[in-house]
């Protein structure tokens, strides 16, 4: 059991020390090279990958994938959600939309943006533009025109 | 020799559970497939665009959001409108039994569920390429 909890120790010192490393002696510098240069999503795509072939070769066990596993026809309940509820759900959006102060939703959502960019307290400038009803879509094309949008590097 | 097979994997709506699909890339990357990966949050136009430029054998799709029925007839019919009529469109995920029939109708293969071997899904590939390769030969 000691040994063990070493093992598992070790193997964290290891990655503290290599995150340390890219970040040239700081570990949050570390962090955040790791995400850009997609270390940590290489590392978990790996560790799926690994474990994954173990199930395959049974050395890992699931039961009832690769252990016990019995072929039934279980019938699962599942929710199905009516395509009528989006199509109320975007009426009522445009409901709003119809009813609303435009030009009260702009000037809401032109303060937000200039609270944005000069990296304000965002928080009553957005229930500013919640209180003029601008959309949640709205809100955040503001926030993804100045900051633009996060898209992890696509490897594998 | 044949040239190997390629793929699109692509990831399309909301959807952000990738562990699956890096699973499969990997696996059949490492049987000597060219995988190509999309990454997150494609629009099915996105998707089928990338397929056309690839030049792919097929565009695999995981979905695991439930909206599989409203996005793999849509990228279907957006393929065979850009000529990719010989293109293996094929989906893994959480697709219940009773929604593969109607995907099936509207040709979309594979269809793989949790706890499926990678070695099904390599050999389920290698089996549908060969045999639209064989239609399209000339």
Redo the contacts between chains.
Sequence with gaps: MEALTDETERKAMDYINRIDKMGHGSLLQGVLNGIDEGFFQRE??QA??EY?QQV?RGEQT?V??NQYAENNDHK?P?LK?DPKVEQHQVKRLQDVRNSRDGAAVKRSLDALKEAVENEKNAMPYLVEAVNAYASVGEIMDVFRAVHGVY?????? | MERPIRILMAKVGLDGHDRGVKVVAQALRDAGMEVIYTGLHNTPEQAVRAGLQEDVDVIGVSILSGAHLTLLPKMRRLMDEQGLTDVLLMAGGTIPEEDKDVLRQQNVGGLFGPGTFTEDIIDYIQDEVEKLRGTTAV
């Design positions: 978990i795509a799926a990958y994954q395959e699931i009832g994938v699962i599942i959600i898209r992890e590097p696509a490897m594998v």
